[in-house]
């Protein structure tokens, strides 16, 4: 089956390479990393299994990926800066990103953050002050660098220190949801939901803590509360008993040589079916049990058995409110907001800061302008020329959402000025680019997953949701959701394609 990035829909699926009896056709409507990775483990299921399996892709934009996109600037040293518009790395404590890389024999691709600047700073009080050594987030593993640390007043470093006296909510896990700042001003105090949680976990999510689901984002310190009773307890006891068993603590993220966009080509390359750029989708309507038909904005259609909706929660609401209304009326409750970042290159002489880290989170209580700053060409080996510098400024959270709708000059004014004030760049940038992601970023609130369960229990068989908008947002997340939607359809045709296959 060969693979089509662009052209007409045709008005059914090419099932001429097996009997038309037999074969299946799923369709996948959004063309990002969730999309991408059910296609990808549909077709190696298909095999695996002998199934006869037809899959069309159809994204609305003229760029396969979504939000990973990566550019190269060239032109002011001996290598090109690399710039990513979206993510720019797989977390290595959920395996699926990895093991997917491994899959498409992109392993030797790889690289982790460098490890000679391994340390994030934190605004504090106009100062940037590194994290303690042995903080995991929240939570402080080692007690002396934490206690030396000026980062906390004594009251707060006392009251974090006394969460291993909180009394644990009865069942935590079963208690239902809370909110970020409701579970960390209940364990550890408000300077810690200000200084830390704030920064570090609610804007990560680019959300409100007071909003933010606990239990969707950060849900291993519920279940640390629920089985030892204390956050802090359990943290520390999973530490001993790593050391114990001699267990390492890996890379805590890795990236691409070549930007994110290396994992999207490959999976591209490798897809077989019909890959369709350019191709919006107007509705999804469901004929009879198990047999729909997608609806292009053009007036064609296509039929398919199961249908694959790897789109914004919104956008999935639209398509689906004659297939799936009661579904439909809960996705549209999903809420979104936008995000940005700008880039700033420079020449090494020019900046004064050592740039000794991965970069800088700015807490709300600073009063500044950016989100945070990520120290691009120190974080990763070969993202600038040697002598270069490279700056990623975020903007557009909780506490700066007025900066998504400034014109680029007015917006890198500020940047360049926020820039200036933190460390100390007078000099011009060599080239700025600024990437902005309207409506991008799904909002997890309280009772999220609740909510996303409701939605799945609702989808009649043969339609599928996948995607960030639903159990989880970062690039091994999304892959995992697109493999478990595509176990979910093979799952469900299985059966009776077992008797026309075998």
């Known amino acids: 089956m060969s693979i089509v990035r662009s052209g007409v829909v045709q008005r059914g699926p090419d099932v001429s390479r097996v009997p038309e ?4 056709h799923i369709i996948i409507i959004g063309g990002g990393i969730a999309g991408l990775s059910a296609a990808w483990y549909l077709q190696q299921k298909a095999k695996q299994h002998h199934l006869a399996l037809h899959v069309t892709m159809l994204e609305a934009s003229s760029h396969w990926g979504g939000k990973i996109l990566t550019e190269r600037v060239d032109g002011f040293g001996d290598a090109p800066f690399i710039l990513e518009a979206g993510p720019d790395a797989l977390l290595t404590h959920k395996p699926w990103g990895v093991t997917l890389a491994r899959e498409l024999a992109l392993e030797g691709q790889l690289v982790g953050g460098n490890p000679a600047n391994k340390r994030t700073f934190v605004l504090h009080r106009e100062r940037l002050v590194p994290l303690p050594a042995g903080l ?11 206690m030396r640390s000026p980062l906390f007043s004594p009251w707060g470093k006392l009251r974090i220190e006394l969460e291993t006296l909180i009394p644990s909510r009865r069942g935590t896990m079963g208690a239902g949801d809370e909110s970020l700042a409701d579970f960390v001003q209940r364990r550890f105090g408000r300077e810690a939901l200000e200084t830390l949680a704030e920064p570090l976990m609610a804007d990560v999510y680019n959300m409100a803590s007071s909003r933010q689901s606990m239990l969707a984002t950060f849900p291993l310190y519920p279940a640390l509360e629920a089985q030892y009773g204390s956050v802090i307890r359990g943290a520390r006891s999973v530490a001993r008993q790593h050391q114990r068993l001699s267990i390492q603590p890996a890379q805590p993220f890795v ?7 290396t994992l999207v080509d490959a999976l591209v390359s490798q897809l077989a079916g019909s890959l369709r750029l350019r191709s919006a989708v107007h509705r999804v309507e469901r004929l009879a049990e198990g047999t729909y038909r997608v609806v292009l904005t053009d007036g064609s259609y296509l039929m398919a058995d199961a249908v694959i909706l790897a789109v914004p929660a919104h956008v999935a609401s639209s398509l689906l409110r004659e297939a799936a209304l009661s579904a439909s009326t809960r996705l549209s409750a999903i809420g979104y907001a936008s995000i940005g970042n700008a880039y700033l290159a420079f020449r090494r002489h020019d900046v004064p800061h050592p740039l000794d880290g991965y970069g800088m989170v700015v807490p709300r209580n600073e009063g500044r302008h950016i ?3 990520s120290w691009t060409s120190s974080k990763w080996a070969g993202r600038a020329p040697a002598d270069h510098v490279l700056l990623r400024i975020f903007f557009g959270g909780p506490h700066t959402r007025d900066l998504i709708a400034l014109e680029n000059e007015r917006l890198l004014a500020v940047v360049r000025a926020e820039v200036a004030a933190l460390l100390g760049i007078q000099a011009s940038p060599l080239f700025q680019r600024v990437y902005r992601w309207q409506d991008g970023y799904p909002q997890y609130e309280v009772g999220h997953l609740a909510r996303v369960d409701a939605i799945e229990a609702e989808l009649p068989a043969g339609l599928y949701v996948t995607g960030s908008a639903y159990r989880g947002i970062g690039l091994p997340d999304c892959i995992r959701q697109g493999q478990e939607a595509a176990q979910r359809a093979v799952t469900a045709l299985t059966a009776p394609l077992a008797t026309l296959v075998s």
């Open 371 to 373: 989100d945070g700053m």
């Open 21 to 24: 009896q037999a074969a299946k």
């Open 136 to 146: 995991q987030l929240l939570v402080p593993t080692l007690r002396w660098p934490f």
């Open 255 to 261: 990236s691409f040589n070549g930007g994110t966009q």
